[in-house]
């Protein structure tokens, strides 16, 4: 088998060795106007002058992809690669980019290396334009996969495979990311300073989305050119060794409730992303988990808004924007305003994004009282009056309206869930009369952390082009998780498999929001259909938990159904880079990234029709853009209604394999990336920032 590879990998070289005009792939793009072309992060083409790949190199040492970038406008090449074997070199000329390299032919010692190689090309007639910059696929060498030497997992292990040890992976996978962020792909003019506070930060503090998109959305900006912070609590249950360059900061006192609390500031990268982690001396945010722990939630996150304005105010560290995410920092922008905009700090401006309405920030008088603030202050309708209980003995206050009063903009997470909560919901009086600055900004998914090319928990990588791997890691998850699964035969360039049925997945909280009554439903129906149904969640509420976990016990010795009730990002990374299609029933969704990632991935979204998924999803049945067209959607919320939908997906599966193989490639080249909607974010920051 190694042999085979050594002789594959000869082969390939030989190939891309040719002269430029024998080669399929040269990536030779015209300078016309007139042609756009639907490429990497889905950016269109103009006005740039002819990319030319003389020889690309396809063997790979430790990494599974090699990005190689080219700057035409700065009249410089640059390229880095994520492996150190490589010889390799760059050269820029006026009209052309010629890029040559020598490989070192070393031992391939992954189950599977991909090469995909990409080149960034700018206007050179106007370098100074950022219009102009796109990023061009020049070049993808395939994969090759070695069958024979993956070791498959049982569901029979002492350790589950998606807790195997990952450290080794996960430590260069941060590195890549790293020198990611490092690479700027589109400077803006007036960099910004934009901190972010919020209570969630994937990989290291992540229970849902939220910390998904603090990530990505930091990262985006970063690659603009802007500076970016998080601000996040230092929650005991959080793995240092994915916090680089950890380190002690600084130290200083914040106020709780009549005392003055030590806290210890950590700074740290995260993805190559600076962090700075809040500790406070007491009992705040000690536990096993994120939430749930045994203090009082609201009094620590109260505690956590002010020690952050109070870091600021010793330090004089003033950001441009403050962004503040949920209602668990609701309080930072009435801190801000009535407290430290008085002292010191009075350069930063606040954006409030609301990542789901459901959540409010309940709070009594004598809680918001705890941080400094005079809480009766704040109990009247125009400020932070609970308008559901006006008239109760007592009142109640809500940290969420207090925040979009106070902010200088508030955001929420898709278009269509603005529509929805302005007219729903007793909050729709509030985000009414502030409409001039509430606005829906489409969330995006961080293509660092979620690519399946680059996975450090997938036992295969692939790409779009390229799904041999996917068909590798679905064999994987069904073989590890005691599922049914038949073979897997290489042809040449093409990977089959015996005995072939649809993968369902659902990665989600279990809560009402998310559809449970549908969820139910489809295990037994999917079974029903000749699919596979694999779900993986928790359930905060114990009725619920109970009820599925009768469930997962019925299931438990089934080939055909899976029911984990528990949280692994790592297993997520998995199923997502083996299933076919992905469930997502939600009442409401204000956004979602379980259907982008999923697509990422070659999964195909089954889906509601409401907030982000209606925003993101479009049939493939009677949508009049076809080029749009990427899943499938249901709109009521009875089984009747979705197991129409259910049916309309497995008929496609089973019965035209090869159109669904082509949807499966179709939608992993969507651009669902930040890159999308990051510019939305910064044209905000840079409206409401204070000019000197």
């Known amino acids: 088998a190694k042999g085979l590879l050594r002789r594959s990998a000869l082969s390939c070289w030989s190939l891309l060795s040719r002269s430029p005009s024998s080669r399929p792939f040269s990536g030779i793009v015209s300078p016309s106007p007139e042609r756009n072309m639907t490429i990497i992060q889905n950016v269109a083409v103009k006005d740039i002058f002819k990319i030319d790949v003389l020889a690309i190199p396809c063997t790979c040492k430790d990494q599974s992809v090699l990005a190689l970038d080219?700057?035409?406008?700065?009249?410089?090449?640059?390229?880095?690669?994520?492996?150190?074997?490589?010889?390799?070199?760059?050269?820029?000329?006026?009209?052309?980019?010629?890029?040559?390299?020598?490989?070192?032919?070393?031992?391939?010692?992954?189950?599977?290396?991909?090469?995909?190689?990409?080149?960034?090309?700018?206007?050179?007639?106007?370098?100074k334009s950022t219009e102009e910059q796109v990023l061009t696929t020049v070049g993808t060498v395939k994969t090759f996969v070695d069958i024979e030497n993956i070791v498959w997992p049982s569901p029979d292990d002492d350790i589950p495979f998606w807790k195997q040890n990952f450290t080794k992976r996960l430590k260069l996978s941060s590195s890549s990311a790293a020198s990611g962020v490092e690479r700027h792909l589109n400077f803006d003019p007036d960099p910004l300073h934009v901190m972010h506070v919020t209570a969630e930060m994937a990989p290291i503090a992540k229970v849902g989305g939220l910390g998904d998109v603090v990530t990505g959305l930091a990262r985006a900006c970063m690659e603009r050119g802007h500076r970016v912070d998080v601000l996040l609590p230092f929650y005991e249950c959080i793995s240092k060794d994915q916090i680089m360059d950890l380190n002690l900061a600084t130290t200083f006192s914040s106020y709780h409730n009549g005392v003055w609390v030590l806290v210890n500031l950590y700074r740290g990268k995260v993805s190559g992303i600076s962090v700075l982690l809040v500790q406070p001396s007491n009992h705040f945010f000690k536990g096993s988990q994120i939430y749930g722990g045994s203090y009082n939630e609201l009094e620590a996150y109260l505690f956590f808004s002010r020690a952050?304005?109070?870091?600021?105010?010793?330090?004089?560290?003033?950001?441009?924007?403050?962004?503040?995410?949920?209602?668990?920092?609701?309080?930072?922008?009435?801190?801000?305003?009535?407290?430290?905009?008085?002292?010191?700090?009075?350069?930063?401006?606040?954006?409030?994004?609301?990542?789901?309405?459901?959540?409010?920030?309940?709070?009594?008088?004598?809680?918001?009282?705890?941080?400094?603030?005079?809480?009766?202050?704040?109990?009247?309708?125009?400020?932070?009056?609970?308008?559901?209980?006006?008239?109760?003995?007592?009142?109640?206050?809500?940290?969420?309206?207090?925040?979009?009063?106070?902010?200088?903009?508030?955001?929420?997470?898709?278009?269509?869930?603005?529509?929805?909560?302005?007219?729903?919901?007793?909050?729709?009086?509030?985000?009414?009369?502030?409409?001039?600055?509430?606005?829906?900004?489409?969330?995006?998914?961080?293509?660092?952390?979620?690519?399946?090319?680059?996975?450090?928990?997938?036992?295969?990588p692939f790409g779009a082009k390229d799904l041999r791997g996917k068909h590798i890691c679905k064999h994987y998850v069904q073989r590890g998780l005691g599922l049914q699964f038949g073979s897997l035969k290489l042809n040449g360039d093409s990977l089959s498999e015996s005995n072939r049925s649809p993968l369902v997945i659902c990665i989600t909280r279990l809560v009402a929001q998310k559809g449970i009554h549908l969820i139910r439903y489809a295990m037994s129906r999917i079974e029903q259909l000749g699919g596979q149904f694999v779900l993986l969640g928790i359930a905060p509420d114990g009725r619920v938990r109970g009820e599925f976990e009768f469930l997962a016990n019925q299931y438990k010795a089934s080939k055909k159904v899976k029911v984990l009730l528990t949280y692994s990002e790592e297993l997520a990374h998995m199923l997502y880079a083996g299933a076919d299609i992905v469930l997502i029933p939600s009442m409401f969704e204000p956004c979602g990234l379980t259907q982008m990632i999923g697509m990422k991935y070659g999964v195909i979204p089954l889906v509601r029709k409401t907030g982000g998924l209606a925003d993101t999803v479009f049939d493939v049945e009677g949508h009049s853009n076809i080029t749009r067209a990427n899943g499938f959607i249901f709109e009521g919320i009875d089984e009747g209604s979705f197991n129409s939908a259910l049916e309309r997906a497995f008929n496609y599966y089973f019965k035209s394999p090869i159109w669904w193989m082509e949807l499966v490639s179709k939608v992993m080249q969507l651009n669902n990336s930040w890159n999308k909607s990051v510019g939305e974010y910064i044209e905000l920051y840079n409206y409401i920032r204070a000019r000197q």
């Open 70 to 127: 080219a700057h035409l406008g700065g009249w410089q090449g640059r390229y880095k690669f994520q492996s150190k074997s490589w010889n390799s070199k760059v050269s820029v000329g006026v009209k052309s980019l010629y890029i040559s390299s020598k490989p070192s032919l070393q031992k391939v010692n992954h189950k599977a290396v991909c090469v995909h190689v990409r080149a960034v090309s700018k206007n050179v007639e106007h370098p």
């Open 308 to 460: 952050c304005l109070e870091w600021m105010q010793v330090t004089g560290n003033h950001p441009d924007i403050i962004h503040v995410h949920e209602w668990q920092t609701g309080a930072l922008p009435l801190l801000y305003w009535d407290v430290y905009h008085h002292l010191s700090v009075k350069k930063p401006r606040i954006v409030l994004t609301i990542h789901n309405m459901e959540h409010y920030g309940e709070c009594s008088v004598e809680e918001l009282t705890m941080c400094g603030l005079d809480g009766r202050r704040y109990c009247s309708i125009d400020k932070a009056v609970d308008e559901r209980t006006i008239g109760h003995n007592p009142e109640r206050l809500s940290l969420l309206k207090g925040g979009i009063v106070y902010s200088n903009a508030v955001t929420t997470v898709s278009p269509t869930y603005v529509n929805e909560t302005l007219c729903s919901g007793w909050l729709a009086g509030t985000l009414m009369q502030y409409r001039e600055k509430y606005k829906g900004i489409l969330n995006g998914i961080d293509s660092e952390l979620w690519d399946p090319i680059k996975d450090p928990y997938l036992p295969a």
